[in-house]
């Protein structure tokens, strides 16, 4: 039975954490920016459809672990001098070009994730055997 190694275990949760670390600066530098213009765009392309102007918009974070939103739009007063109105990502009918976008930024975050630890656990682990046979 073979014991447990400590530096080991020290190693791959080093590995596990510069991961976690990764998977945040990739959702805040890289699908941020790309879900801020997916949303931009869809409330745009609603206000055209209700006749109003766009004045403001949240998008919609109810894939992330913390601070979930909903989205929504924020439009100007109506033809009118109707108040303004906000709408939730829901009642402007994203369709599935938006929801294949959010999907589209899960799928980043992951696939940037899961390319690292398949090019860091197995060669630092190789390392770590030949410098502890080096060593012994």
């Known amino acids: 039975m073979s014991r447990i190694d400590p530096f080991r275990i ?3 949760a080093a590995i596990l954490l510069v ?3 990764l998977w945040s600066l990739t959702r805040n530098q890289i699908v941020r920016p790309f879900d801020d213009l997916v949303t931009e765009q869809l409330c745009r392309n609603h206000a055209e459809e209700i006749g109003r102007e766009m004045i403001g918009y949240e998008r919609s974070n109810r894939f992330g672990l913390s601070n979930r939103s909903e989205g929504y739009c924020l439009y100007g007063d109506g033809p ?6 906000t709408l939730t990502i829901e009642e402007t009918d994203p369709g599935p070009l938006y929801l294949g976008a959010k999907w589209v930024g899960i ?9 690292f630890l ?5 060669p630092a682990l190789e390392f770590y055997r030949y410098v502890r046979s080096a060593f012994s």
Do not use: F, H, K, Y
């Open 10 to 12: 020290v190693i791959v």
């Open 80 to 85: 009118n001098g109707e108040a303004p109105i």
């Open 107 to 115: 799928i980043i975050q992951l696939g940037i994730v899961s390319l």
């Open 19 to 21: 991961a976690v670390l």
């Open 118 to 122: 398949r090019l860091t656990i197995d």
